[in-house]
Nanobody, 119 residues
Framework: QVQLVESGGGLVQPGGSLRLSCVIS????????MGWFRQVPGKEREGISC????????IINDVWGGRFIASRDNAKNTVYLQMNSLKPEDTAVYYC????????????WGQGTQVIVSS
C-alpha cells in the first residue's frame, strides 16, 4: 500500500518561507513523477508543479511567479516544495501526489498539509 505523508505546513507571516516535505512509503519512489497541488476552501484543486523521477521540473504553473520550487531526494523517498515570498492568498491545503508521468492521472494523493499566511 503506497502512502504519501506531507509535513512542514503551518503559520507563516507574509513574505516568509516554508519548505513542505512529502515522504512516500510502500512503493518505489524513483518510479514516480511527483506533483504538488493546493486547494483553497470552496475552490478547485490547482496544480503547482511536477517533478519527474530524474529530478527535473516537468510542469510548472507560471502563475506562481517562480516562488514555488519543487525538488526531490530519491535516497530519502522525499519530495519537497520550497515556498518563498509567501502571500496571504497562498493560504491553502497543500497536497503531494504520485503519478507514473507528470501528465498522467494521479495514482496516489497525500492527506494534505495546511499552510496559513497571516500576520
Amino acid at each position: 500500500q503506497v502512502q504519501l505523508v506531507e509535513s512542514g505546513g503551518g503559520l507563516v507571516q507574509p513574505g516568509g518561507s516554508l519548505r513542505l516535505s512529502c515522504v512516500i512509503s510502500g512503493g518505489t519512489f524513483s518510479a514516480y513523477d511527483m506533483g504538488w497541488f493546493r486547494q483553497v476552501p470552496g475552490k478547485e484543486r490547482e496544480g503547482i508543479s511536477c517533478i519527474n523521477s530524474r529530478g527535473n521540473i516537468d510542469i510548472i504553473n507560471d502563475v506562481w511567479g517562480g516562488r514555488f520550487i519543487a525538488s526531490r531526494d530519491n535516497a530519502k523517498n522525499t519530495v519537497y516544495l520550497q515556498m518563498n515570498s509567501l502571500k496571504p492568498e497562498d493560504t491553502a491545503v497543500y497536497y503531494c501526489a504520485a503519478q507514473p508521468r507528470c501528465r498522467n492521472p494521479i495514482d496516489f494523493w497525500g492527506q494534505g498539509t495546511q499552510v496559513i499566511v497571516s500576520s
